[in-house]
């Protein structure tokens, strides 16, 4: 199982940071796994942020819930993450990964993508 975080590297402030994970030798439809995207600022931990569940269901982090939009194309094995209104404080090492069950902590994810740093900055 493969999956590779792709996008813009830099955004400005205000505008929405897409990026895309596209998944290989796995299905998103695969029963029972959750699709997950994950951010690590510079200098600090990491920080769950939304997945979405091989039957399509989205779950959020409530801190960004009301920023964050993540769905996926299934002919394409793709999900994409869509962050609104950012700001300096949204620039991370944004990751994909899958787990077998609902997230809760960095090791509940069994493949992780390599990571794509995004900066916020005008």
């Known amino acids: 199982v493969q999956l590779q975080e792709s996008g813009p590297g830099l955004v400005k402030p205000s505008q929405t940071l897409s990026l895309i994970c596209a998944v290989s030798?796995?299905?998103?439809?695969?029963?029972?796994?959750?699709w997950n995207w994950i951010r690590q600022p510079p200098g600090k931990g990491l920080e769950w942020m939304g997945s979405i569940s091989s039957s399509g269901v989205t779950n959020y982090n409530p801190s960004l819930e009301s920023r964050t939009s993540i769905w996926r194309d299934t002919s394409k094995d793709q999900f994409t993450l869509h962050l609104r209104s950012v700001t300096p404080e949204d620039t991370a090492t944004y990751y994909c990964?899958?787990?077998?069950?609902?997230?809760?902590?960095?090791?509940?994810?069994?493949?992780w993508g390599k990571g794509i740093l995004v900066t916020v900055s005008s």
């Open positions: 990964g899958r787990s077998p069950d609902a997230y809760r902590v960095a090791s509940d994810v069994d493949y």
């Open positions: 030798g796995a299905s998103l439809t695969t029963n029972k796994y959750y």
